[in-house]
């Protein structure tokens, strides 16, 4: 059973910072798409910034320059980088990673809150 438990959310002024963090019960080596999305209230949930297998990353374009995506195989961790935070960044962040046949797991969600 794969299990993903993210931490790091919570309330920040306009202008601040968060660094969220995905933990893997499992070795994440497998895993070809870690990737974070968000889900504000009333919108329907969005990928915010994945990274490959190998490395590449990719962002929508609203957070493009702000935040910044890693994976630390050695730790089975995934990790947001989100700076510069606006109050429109406020929403539920999820964790998500899927396999090389498309399995896909979920954490629980973390919630992030720019006041401003």
């Known amino acids: 059973q794969v299990q993903l438990v993210e931490s790091g959310g919570g309330l920040v002024q306009a202008g601040g910072s968060l660094r969220l963090s995905c933990v893997v019960s499992?070795?994440?080596?497998?895993?070809?798409?870690m990737g974070w999305y968000r889900q504000a209230p009333g919108k329907q949930r969005e990928l915010v910034a994945y990274i490959g297998s190998g490395g590449s990353t990719n962002y929508v374009d609203s957070v493009k320059g702000r935040f910044t995506i890693s994976r630390d195989n050695g730790k089975n961790t995934v990790a947001l980088q989100m700076n510069s935070l606006k109050p429109e960044d406020t929403a539920v962040y999820y964790c998500?990673?899927?396999?090389?046949?498309?399995?896909?797991?979920w954490g629980q969600g973390t919630q992030v809150t720019v006041s401003s």
């Open positions: 499992v070795n994440i080596f497998s895993f070809t798409f």
């Open positions: 998500n990673v899927r396999t090389i046949l498309d399995v896909s797991y």
